[in-house]
């Protein structure tokens, strides 16, 4: 089974950026969708930003225009660059792997907790102060 760890997160003052990488272990990593969630506190999970094994990226509204999603697959490396972070950015936020991969469908199925995903990795804290 696929394995990930997320690193990159920490402090940051509103208007600040942060890249954030999820390394994959994986036996194809080419072929698996990936995709960042976030969990703020007190709140569900929700999707972040996804993207397919042909570098199609999906992402929430909240979050486009500011955030980017990409992938190195040399690295089987998943990162995710924030730019001008608010203080509603802050979260734990999870990279998330579906090991059957496939393109990318629409925002409410990529982006749903509850439908691709088999494999998560523990999250890194991102926190960004007024």
């Known amino acids: 089974q696929v394995q990930l760890a997320e690193s990159g997160g920490g402090s940051v003052p509103a208007g600040g950026s942060l890249r954030l990488s999820c390394t994959v272990s994986?036996?194809?990593?080419?072929?698996?969708?990936l995709a960042w969630f976030r969990q703020a506190p007190g709140k569900e999970r929700e999707g972040v930003a996804a993207i397919d094994s042909d570098g199609r990226m999906t992402y929430a509204d909240a979050v486009k225009g500011r955030f980017t999603i990409s992938q190195d697959n040399a690295k089987n490396t998943l990162y995710l660059q924030m730019t001008s972070l608010k203080p509603e950015d802050t979260a734990v936020y999870y990279c998330a792997a579906d090991e059957k991969g496939g393109p990318l469908t629409s925002r409410a199925i990529d982006l749903s907790t509850r439908i691709r995903y088999n494999a998560w990795g523990q999250g890194t804290q991102v926190t960004v102060s007024s």
């Open positions: 994986a036996s194809t990593y080419t072929d698996i969708f």
